[in-house]
Nanobody, 117 residues
Framework: QVQLVESGGGLVQAGGSLRLSCAAS???????MGWFRQAPGKEREFVAA????????ELSDSVKGRFTIFREAYKTTVDLQMNSLKPEDTAVYYC???????????WGQGTQVTVSA
C-alpha cells in the first residue's frame, strides 16, 4: 500500500503563485508521481506527472508554461509549482502515484486551491 499526504493549497488572487507538496510512504518503488485536479461539477483531470527515474515529466496543455512539476529521481516527494494562476485553476488537487505517464493507482486526500478573480 501507498500513503500520500499533500500540503500547500490555499487562496490566491489571479496571477499569483502557489506551490503544492506531496510526500509518499509505503510500497513506492518504481512508481511515478503526479497531480490530478477536480473542479466543482467537472470530472477529474490530469495535471502533471514525473517518472520514477531521471528526467521524464508531462504536463497537460492547460497548464504548460505556467506549472512545473519537481521530483528528484528515485525520491518519494513531489512538488507542483503553479504560477500565473487563473480562476479556472480552482479545484481540489490530488497527489497520485502509479505507472507513468498517468499515475493514478494511489490517491491522496486532496488539497483545495482557490484562485479569485
Amino acid at each position: 500500500q501507498v500513503q500520500l499526504v499533500e500540503s500547500g493549497g490555499g487562496l490566491v488572487q489571479a496571477g499569483g503563485s502557489l506551490r503544492l507538496s506531496c510526500a509518499a510512504s509505503g510500497r513506492t518503488f518504481g512508481y511515478a508521481m503526479g497531480w490530478f485536479r477536480q473542479a466543482p461539477g467537472k470530472e477529474r483531470e490530469f495535471v502533471a506527472a514525473a517518472s520514477w527515474g531521471v528526467g521524464s515529466t508531462e504536463l497537460s496543455d492547460s497548464v504548460k508554461g505556467r506549472f512545473t512539476i519537481f521530483r528528484e529521481a528515485y525520491k518519494t516527494t513531489v512538488d507542483l509549482q503553479m504560477n500565473s494562476l487563473k480562476p479556472e485553476d480552482t479545484a481540489v488537487y490530488y497527489c497520485t502515484m502509479g505507472p507513468y505517464p498517468r499515475p493514478s493507482a494511489y490517491w491522496g486526500q486532496g488539497t483545495q486551491v482557490t484562485v479569485s478573480a
